[in-house]
């Protein structure tokens, strides 16, 4: 079945940027996802990329696409404490469900 | 108000006790689907309801089973809760209609088995 892959836990300065990594498996996969899910709520979508994209910017959010490698980033530039969460890829073959990764904890430190 | 409500949002149970959580939307979306999240493991999907006639299985529906009583609910029912159910239960919807086929998340409900 699909398999969507990231690390646990990433710490980053406030200030700095953070990469979060994932890797699937899914190659008919449509539509690749970044969810936020902040302390004690559910999921929210960030942001999405159609599987014919390279990259999606918005705002301090980037996300880059290698189809080749099955390799997605979420890049978040400038840091704060806010972004504090846990981040979530998931991919979808587009009508069909949606498959999530582990999770990457992020947390910014001060 | 909320637009996808889980009730309850918390519980402790005992083992072998039958458990029922709910899940009700108003956004008026066709698919809903329960997952749990455990540390380390991410979300893993229980069972999906693409409308009010299909029930579909996912990836760890043993000890499980749901009711869509409507388009705007659907409930989940361990019949016989066991330890290693304790964990985050969360509801979700998407909408057929919208082809990026984004999810939409209840608050959650955290559920202790002891």
């Known amino acids: 079945g699909e398999d969507v892959e990231q690390s646990l836990f990433l710490s980053v300065r406030e200030g700095d940027s953070s990469v979060i990594n994932c890797t699937y498996t899914?190659?008919?996969?449509?539509?690749l996802y970044w969810y936020k899910q902040e302390p004690g709520a559910g999921l929210q979508l960030l942001t999405y990329i159609f599987s014919n994209m390279d990259m999606k910017q918005d705002q301090r959010l980037t996300v880059l696409l290698n189809k080749k490698d099955k390799h997605l980033s979420l890049r978040i530039a400038d840091t704060q404490t806010g972004d504090s969460a846990i981040y979530f890829c998931a991919e979808s073959g587009g009508y069909q469900k949606v498959t999530f990764g582990t999770g990457t904890k992020l947390q910014v430190i001060p | 108000d909320a637009d996808v409500t889980q009730t309850p949002r918390n519980r402790i149970t005992k083992t072998g006790k039958r458990i029922m959580l709910e899940c009700s939307q108003t956004?008026?979306?066709?698919?809903m689907y329960w997952y749990r999240q455990d540390p380390g493991l991410g979300l893993r999907l229980i069972y999906y309801s693409f409308d009010v006639k299909d029930i579909n299985k996912g990836e760890i529906s043993d000890g499980y089973s749901v009711s869509r009583q409507a388009q705007a609910k659907f409930s989940l029912s361990l019949e016989s809760a066991i330890p290693n159910q304790t964990a985050l239960y969360f509801c979700?919807?998407?909408?057929?209609?919208?082809?990026?086929?984004?999810?939409?998340f209840g608050p959650g409900t955290r559920l202790t088995v002891l």
């Open positions: 956004k008026g979306h066709d698919r």
């Open positions: 979700a919807t998407s909408d057929s209609q919208r082809g990026q086929n984004e999810q939409f």
């Open positions: 899914d190659s008919s996969s449509t539509y």
